[in-house]
């Protein structure tokens, strides 16, 4: 057998709390979810980092699906012409926009854009497609990549010039119906963000300085994270007529009358794994969600060469016991120790490790440990199951339930900007009334920061900046 690598090359060597960049870069490239390439902020998504994507995709696709949406696929290069038809959105996505400009040796007549987003090229499809309020509505998803390329600090999972993610393109009859996809559309991301991630945030609407290039409004959920920082998630962005007029998607309505659909965007990207990590990660690696996680439990025998073969046999007859409704491996290596074991499966977060030794094979029993307390509990034989399960069930609970105290011991109140820009200095996350302006928004940024999003509903005041009665917004420095 051999004993632990080196500590250096396999576990973490900075703290979360002192060095929390360097802790963050060797969480994410240690534990397998992704690695750096010859691109510069482009990254690889490696089998373990991918599958926890796979999920994600999963469970929103078959939420889409209830709701109607389905999937398609569009072109990855847009023409220039079709990018400058909208204006507030080429000026929103000028700056990042990667261009082809040649095939081969030969100069393109028209340059073509790397998608940086697909509103463009769907929406040429669209005005050929929407004809008569019959062939309304329209709920179609990607599932792709696009190409941000403005940024100086690439953070890998959090601000790539390249990632993944889905993005909705819905066209209605009317402006009631557009409304109505955004809520459900709010209420879809919070529930995945939730239930499935662990993580609680703040929500509301962007203003209009950070609204979606394009839109009328925006929303979107928002992150603090452990360093102080924060990060958008999920999103949703009410368009309006906006590109229904710029790309001419307009239809006959019941009384004959040509009119223009009313269209939303809305999207989750892998930024969202990058902020699980942050958030639920620790010293000794990640801590995955037991709902996320793509081993949900892995089985170490701990074998001596006189008893090896029953404590695998035992090994294996508690998977099978519980390979019907757990994500379960066991973890038969014979060239480690099973100490280097416990390690390499705590960096990977896996959330419940099943122990098997000799002594255990006497008792009948096995020893189950909690990835994010530590915990252990030696468990009869032929309760296992309903022990794994439970303990599954009672981290992902737990690790919602921290993410949301820590949202709330870290979210203060502030009544001006100097306020604002003392709680972010501390690594909090400040909220008070905000007008939302342009102008105020401009102020808001010389402090470093911005406004994340502004609640429409509840408690007023009188806004940070320029004191004109507001609704309360959030703010933080943002990735």
């Known amino acids: 057998m051999k004993a632990r690598d080196d500590a250096k090359s396999i576990g973490i060597t900075a703290k979360k709390e002192k060095d929390f960049s360097e802790w963050y870069s060797q969480l994410i490239i240690k534990s397998g979810l992704v690695d750096y390439t010859s691109v510069s902020g482009c990254f690889a998504y490696r089998p373990y980092g991918y599958s926890i994507w796979e999920k994600i995709v999963k469970e929103v696709d078959a939420r889409l699906k209830k709701l109607g949406v389905q999937n398609v696929y569009f072109p990855l290069l847009i023409p220039e012409k079709l990018l400058k038809k909208e204006q507030q959105h080429v000026k929103g996505f000028a700056p990042e926009v990667a261009w082809v400009t040649e095939a081969g040796n030969t100069k393109l007549d028209e340059r073509l854009a790397i998608r940086p987003t697909s509103e463009t090229i769907m929406y040429d499809s669209y005005s050929k497609w929407i ?83 394009g839109a009328l409004a925006s929303y979107s959920i928002e992150y603090l994270l452990p360093n102080g920082k924060t990060a958008q998630g999920p999103d949703a962005h009410f368009d309006g007529q906006n590109f229904a007029k710029a790309f001419d998607i307009s239809f006959l309505d019941k009384n004959g009358k040509r009119v223009y659909a009313w269209q939303n965007t809305w999207a989750i990207t892998t930024r969202m794994i990058g902020i699980m990590a942050m958030v639920h990660g620790d010293d000794s690696g990640l801590v995955l969600p037991p709902r996320i996680a793509p081993i949900q439990a892995v089985i170490i025998p701990i074998t001596f060469e006189k008893n090896n073969e029953k404590i695998i046999a035992e090994a294996n007859k508690i998977k099978k016991q519980l390979e019907k409704t757990v994500a379960v491996s066991v973890d038969d290596r014979n060239e480690y120790t099973p100490g280097w074991k416990f390690n390499e499966w705590e960096l990977k977060g896996v959330p419940v490790r099943i122990e098997i030794g000799p002594k255990d094979l006497e008792k009948k029993q096995a020893v189950i440990v909690r990835r994010d307390t530590g915990k252990k509990e030696s468990i009869n034989s032929d309760k296992i199951k309903a022990a794994v399960e439970k303990t599954l069930e009672e981290m992902q609970q737990s690790l919602l339930e921290k993410s949301a105290l820590f ?73």
């Not at 179609?140 to 990632?163: A, C, D, G, M």
Request: proline share 3%; aromatic share 8%.
């Open 407 to 479: 949202l709330q011991k870290n979210t203060i109140g502030a009544k001006s900007l100097k306020e604002v820009s003392d709680a972010i200095k501390n690594k909090k996350m400040p909220h008070g009334p905000f007008c939302g302006s342009e102008k105020c928004e401009g102020k808001v940024k010389e402090t470093e920061a911005k406004s994340l999003c502004i609640k429409m509903e509840g408690r007023k005041g009188k806004c940070v900046v320029c004191g004109k009665e507001s609704n309360l917004a959030y703010f933080g420095k943002s990735y």
């Open 131 to 213: 004809r008569s309020w019959r062939d309304l509505p329209i709920k179609y998803n990607q599932w792709n990549s696009v190409v941000r390329w403005e940024f100086k600090h690439p953070t890998p999972l959090i601000r790539t010039r390249e990632f993944l993610w889905c993005e909705g393109h819905s066209a209605f009859a009317t402006r009631k119906e557009a409304e109505q996809e955004i809520n459900e559309m709010m209420q879809l991301w919070a529930d995945v963000t939730e239930n499935l991630l662990a993580l609680k945030g703040v929500s509301g609407m962007k203003s209009e300085a950070e609204k979606f290039a």
